[in-house]
């Protein structure tokens, strides 16, 4: 078992950066064929007992949600439902495979992932000078498209680059490719400069600085992210309400660049679905129900858990992101924690103003933080019997 999940790391090492340049919602059927592949190795320890039963009551939970929804799927493939009763044990079964994988392969997949985010790094750095010319020849073979949603898309891929690049450039041992690091950074940000895309590089601040923060600080600082996360879970809408109660928030809006005054009317009126079912919720997937308000979801993960599975998903949530950051404590100096915690923090980031939090290729994402973090994870050493 350990050979085979150390061959499927491998396989899965090469495919990330490819998929993340050319089809980044692709994710979903990557990280779901890594744990289908390696379902036997699925192990809950009982430092995960805590966050497994957390997502199953969610899971449950947002299972209760649809039978009041508005939102009724015409085709079992578009039901998200039974989609996330999928991905909970396929992601999970991820996570497992790379903690048990063999070390040798696990190390080789993640030199592979490493360079090949690397190339990544150069390929979106290229992107960025040459007006996507890359980009659209490749795609011209297979799936043509407009320049302009070629360019989108682009930006988009930006995004995954800019979560994992902590994690890859960790890339197998208590050192940091700074190097590695640094094309990717690059790419990040110059193909998001170029194509539009904000977010990607205020997480290119964030990142470094929570690392630095993290090693400095290793015992209190992921506690403090920790209530940070739950925090913001808990207390968006009634932030977004205070704005509105007692700020100008059209004086805001109206200031803001398009793209966030039309965020912020998105936020404005989940306040308004919010107040109408504060405690169970809208039901699942019901924000695709409230146009021309909302455009498809919010635009903040917070907010819709609320508008959606009420407080009681909101305090699911918050207690998930709790206990999973909380774990990343330690009593010594760590690189792979604090470089964990750098590409979870821009997870949150991202969530807070771009994706739906249902979306599969985003929650893959997700999952891959912690694959990512137990493939670099130090394997124990056993001692010799008769040691």
């Known amino acids: 078992m350990a050979v085979w999940c150390g061959w499927v790391l491998t396989g899965a090492a090469v495919l990330i950066p490819v998929t993340g340049w050319l089809a980044p919602r692709e994710f979903s059927v990557l990280m779901a064929a890594i744990g289908l592949f390696c379902l036997p190795a699925v192990r809950i320890t009982d430092e995960d007992r805590p966050a497994a ?11 209760v949600s649809t039978t009041w929804s508005p939102y009724h799927p015409d085709k079992a493939a578009h039901s998200t439902i039974l989609k996330l009763a999928f991905e ?33 790094g150069l390929a979106l750095m290229t992107e960025a000078l040459d007006g996507g010319v890359l980009y659209k020849t490749v795609h011209a073979h297979y799936d043509p498209m407009r320049d302009d949603i070629a360019e989108a898309k682009i930006g988009h ?35 998001a ?37 739950a925090a913001i879970f808990l207390t968006a809408p009634a932030i977004v309400w205070a704005v509105r109660h007692f700020g100008d ?24 679905w919010i107040q109408l079912h504060p405690l169970r919720g809208c039901g699942l997937e019901a924000s695709r129900e409230f146009g021309p308000g909302i455009k498809l979801h919010p635009h903040n993960d917070a907010l819709q858990i609320w508008m959606e ?3 009681i998903g ?35 980031l991202f969530a807070m103003f771009n994706f739906g939090v249902w979306q599969e290729w985003w929650l893959a994402l997700g999952a891959m933080i912690p694959m990512l973090a137990a493939m670099n994870a130090p394997v124990p050493v056993k001692p010799r019997s008769g040691a």
Not at 166 to 189: D, E, H, I, K, S
Not at 213 to 219: D, E, G, M, Q, S
Not at 250 to 268: D, N
């Open 249 to 272: 928030y059209a004086a805001i809006q109206a200031a803001m660049p398009k793209s966030y005054a039309l965020r912020m009317g998105y936020w404005s009126h989940a306040i308004d």
């Open 157 to 191: 891929s930006t995004f995954v680059l800019g979560l994992l690049w902590p994690l890859a450039a960790y890339g197998a041992g208590a050192r940091f490719r700074w190097w590695l690091a640094l094309v990717m950074a690059l790419g990040t940000g110059a193909s």
């Open 53 to 63: 039963l957390i997502l199953t009551a969610a899971l449950i939970w947002a299972a």
């Open 309 to 311: 599975l009420g407080a």
């Open 193 to 229: 400069i170029a194509f539009g895309s904000d977010a990607p590089v205020l997480g290119l601040v964030l990142a470094p600085l929570v690392g630095v923060i993290v090693l400095r600080w290793p015992k209190g600082a992921p506690r403090v992210m920790a209530l940070g996360a």
């Open 88 to 120: 909970l044990p396929l992601y999970w079964s991820a996570v497992s495979a790379a903690r048990r994988a063999d070390p040798v392969l696990r190390t080789r997949a993640l030199k592979i992932l490493a360079w090949g985010c690397a190339l990544y």
């Open 314 to 348: 909101a305090v699911a949530v918050a207690s998930f992101w709790g206990v999973a950051l909380s774990r990343l404590s330690r009593t010594w100096s760590n690189l792979l924690t604090a470089t964990t915690a750098a590409s979870a923090s821009v997870y949150l």
